[in-house]
């Protein structure tokens, strides 16, 4: 190893995880209100993954209007994919980097060193090119964050764990098996409940609640301030992010956290962003009848896309909801800040800010939005501010053009 090298990863204090132009188009609508790196899958972030693995802080390179939220910090940076989903390998090869050289696999950048002026990566490709010899684990559609979970509850549970002790299970109606595979954290209360960690581990986090009946099986992770209601039924590969409350049937599903799928009900295969809830008895279909590929909605190529996978359910943006008895078709996506009810199946794309279901849609207009949007956030405690109504009201005006009713009105 370069000793140079070695010292100048080392006394850089922040990592810059970068939005990459050629993969974040194909992540939305979870990317519409967040950089790539901060899209949960596993037990963390992938931002956290990185702060973890490097021991250092990460700022983001992303879109304007996300900047302020997601701030970049000062000085020269070394700029990674935030798309890299990192392992204890990724860190090393980091280290044999130099300042004029950049990092690719194939044609994609993974990493390079960038001045403070610098606002994109542009001069990356006049480094000197240094091609990684492993494939990466890298995020580039939607349904890989289902897709890839299980094996990033191992990597992260492995990460978090290490060289510590679980809090002792005190509940002596709770069947596990393969205790060696579950860690609980400081706080969390578990009753009457089966946990099963045979063919994968589960973490349960600080301050949560798993309650009488639940049957869990790993690989599985409970963030911080979450509940598994009574009688739910989690079969493996699932995540429920922080501050939410999750009931009924779910099947590797990703839940980004501070959204509900409170009751009875099927989800699988499937991702929720932050801020949605999902009414009682909503059901998503993960299988077609024909047991064909499922295609799916690409923003990138503003048409369905076929995803190969036989297995695909739902994909909602931050901030949607919606009402009892929903049924959302194989495959739907849903926008941001969308408003469904009513019987039938909706279509199966449905565009941010759309307000109704089957029977037809109009414009969830955006000072009734943000009221629904405080009431919500004020009961997890957590402020609207002004940098996220920027950000949302932003986001309205783009994706106008997907709200096909307000031309025809």
């Known amino acids: 190893m370069d000793s140079g090298r070695l010292f100048y990863f080392c006394h850089m204090e922040n990592i810059l995880l970068f939005d990459d132009p050629s993969i974040r188009g194909s992540l939305l609508p979870f990317t519409f209100t967040r950089p790539v790196a901060d899209i949960r899958i596993g037990i963390l972030k992938i931002s956290e993954k990185w702060e973890k693995y490097s021991r250092k802080t ?83 559609k939607t349904w890989n964050i289902f897709q890839f979970n299980g094996a990033e509850i191992r990597k992260d549970f492995s990460l978090i764990t290490q060289g510590r002790k679980s809090e002792k299970l005190k509940d002596p109606y709770t069947q596990v098996y393969a205790p060696e595979n579950i860690f609980i954290e400081e706080g969390a209360v578990v009753k009457a409940a089966v946990l099963n960690a045979e063919n994968g581990p589960i973490y349960i986090g600080k301050n949560t609640e798993i309650q009488e009946g639940a049957l869990i099986r790993g690989p599985f992770a409970l963030c911080e301030g979450s509940t598994v209601n ?76 076929n995803t190969g996978l036989q297995f695909c359910g739902l994909m909602m943006g931050d901030h949607s909801k919606c009402g009892i008895n929903t049924m959302f078709n194989t495959g739907t996506v849903v926008g941001i800040g969308a408003n469904i009810f009513g019987d039938g199946y909706p279509r199966n794309f449905i565009a941010s800010f759309a307000w109704g279901g089957a029977a037809g849609f109009s414009t969830f207009q955006f000072p009734k939005f943000k009221e629904t949007a405080i009431a919500v956030m004020n009961r ?22 997907y709200r096909i009713w307000e031309k025809n009105s």
């Open 230 to 305: 009574m009688g739910a039924k989690l079969r493996g590969d699932n995540t429920v992010g922080p501050h939410s409350k999750v009931g009924g049937e779910i099947s590797n599903s990703v839940i980004f956290g501070y959204s509900n799928k409170g009751h009875e009900g099927f989800l699988g295969n499937s991702v929720l962003g932050e801020w949605c809830n999902l009414g009682a008895d909503t059901n998503t279909s993960n299988l077609k009848n024909n047991y064909a590929p499922v295609k799916v909605w690409d923003y990138v190529k503003g048409g369905f896309t």
């Open 380 to 401: 997890r405690k957590v402020e609207w501010t002004d940098i996220e109504e920027e950000m949302l009201l932003k986001l309205f005006e783009m994706s106008k053009n």
């Open 58 to 140: 990460v700022s983001y390179l992303t879109q304007d209007y996300l900047q302020k939220k997601f701030p970049r910090s000062e000085g020269s940076l070394l700029a990674v994919n935030g798309a890299w989903l990192p392992d204890s390998n990724s860190v090393e090869i980091l280290r044999n980097l130099g300042e004029n050289q950049s990092l690719y696999f194939g044609k994609t950048l993974l990493a390079s060193y960038i001045g403070e002026t610098e606002k994109n990566l542009s001069i990356a490709a006049e480094k000197e090119i240094v091609q990684i010899e492993t494939v990466p684990d890298m995020l580039l």
